[in-house]
């Protein structure tokens, strides 16, 4: 029988693992026992959300790439898998700083020159702009987004950025640039419904849902690299599935 490793080769999740990342006893009860069974097989590259509060236990838990910024360590880094570089930020306020920029300026860069990468995905837990949830954007994801689409125009590279925050999710691209932004959440907990809000229609979003789920990707390296992505909707308090 197949097992989870070998359909699933790593697992990103842009934040908000635990509600209170500084309570000890959530990252038993709340992230790791209900996650066994995924992750004592498949790989996780998570970056901080608002919610780890910064916690020592997040650093303590997790061994990411040591790649970024001296200071700063496992607050960015990236990673290689096949013909993907993924890059992992932290959008969280005290960290919304210009050396993180340049950091991500510079691996971008070197991103552009490799020939092994195809596409970058990169990762940080605020959006831009939100339309379920107004108030949740930052400012710091919008200087991101402008990185990632000066890359991707002047590399030909197509990239992707996934975020949380709003408890939803949503799914859209930059104009004029092979840049989508995809809000991945959420995987459980409470859900950003339609009407409960200050919410925004805007033209880089092409959907917006309020419901659980989570998106599967599909990448393929060679001559044609390309890659699916897939949302898998797990329904909402009303009809669940």
Same mark, same amino acid.
């Given at each position: 029988?197949?097992?989870?490793?070998?359909?699933?080769?790593?697992v990103?999740?842009?934040?908000?693992?635990?509600?209170?990342?500084l309570?000890?006893?959530?990252?038993?009860?709340?992230?790791?026992?209900?996650?066994?069974?995924?992750?004592?097989?498949?790989? #996780?590259?998570? !970056? *901080?959300?608002n919610?780890e /509060?910064? @916690?020592?236990?997040? $650093?303590?838990?997790?061994? +990411?790439?040591?790649?970024?910024?001296?200071?700063y360590?496992?607050h960015?880094?990236?990673?290689?898998?096949?013909?993907?570089?993924?890059?992992g930020?932290?959008?969280?306020?005290?960290?919304?700083?210009?050396?993180?920029?340049?950091? #991500?300026?510079? !691996? *971008?860069?070197?991103?552009? /020159?490799? @020939?092994?990468?195809? $596409?970058?995905?990169?990762? +940080?837990?605020?959006?831009?702009r939100?339309?379920?949830w107004?108030?949740?954007?930052?400012?710091?994801?919008g200087?991101?987004?402008?990185?990632?689409?000066?890359?991707?125009?002047?590399?030909?590279?197509?990239?992707?950025?996934?975020f949380?925050?709003?408890?939803?999710?949503?799914?859209?691209?930059?104009?004029?640039?092979?840049?989508?932004?995809?809000?991945?959440?959420t995987?459980?907990?409470?859900?950003?419904?339609?009407?409960?809000?200050?919410?925004e229609?805007?033209?880089?979003?092409?959907?917006?849902?309020?419901?659980?789920?989570?998106?599967?990707?599909?990448?393929?390296?060679g001559?044609?690299?390309?890659?699916?992505?897939?949302?898998?909707?797990?329904?909402?308090?009303?009809?669940?599935?």
């Amino acid at each position: 029988s197949l097992l989870l490793s070998d359909v699933l080769d790593l697992v990103l999740i842009p934040g908000d693992l635990v509600d209170n990342g500084l309570d000890h006893t959530q990252w038993g009860s709340h992230f790791f026992e209900p996650s066994e069974p995924l992750f004592s097989h498949v790989p #996780l590259y998570p !970056v *901080l959300g608002n919610h780890e /509060n910064n @916690s020592p236990y997040y $650093f303590s838990y997790f061994n +990411l790439p040591s790649n970024g910024t001296p200071g700063y360590l496992e607050h960015w880094w990236w990673t290689d898998f096949s013909n993907i570089r993924v890059i992992g930020l932290d959008s969280n306020w005290d960290y919304q700083l210009t050396i993180q920029l340049n950091w #991500l300026e510079d !691996v *971008l860069n070197e991103s552009c /020159n490799d @020939s092994n990468i195809d $596409f970058v995905f990169a990762q +940080l837990h605020h959006p831009h702009r939100s339309e379920l949830w107004v108030p949740g954007g930052t400012s710091f994801t919008g200087d991101v987004i402008e990185l990632l689409e000066q890359f991707t125009s002047n590399c030909g590279k197509p990239s992707i950025h996934f975020f949380g925050h709003t408890h939803g999710y949503s799914r859209g691209q930059s104009i004029n640039h092979q840049h989508a932004m995809v809000n991945v959440a959420t995987a459980g907990g409470a859900i950003d419904y339609w009407g409960e809000w200050l919410q925004e229609d805007y033209p880089e979003y092409m959907v917006s849902q309020d419901e659980w789920g989570f998106v599967i990707l599909e990448v393929e390296a060679g001559l044609d690299p390309q890659f699916t992505l897939k949302r898998i909707s797990r329904g909402d308090d009303y009809v669940p599935m």
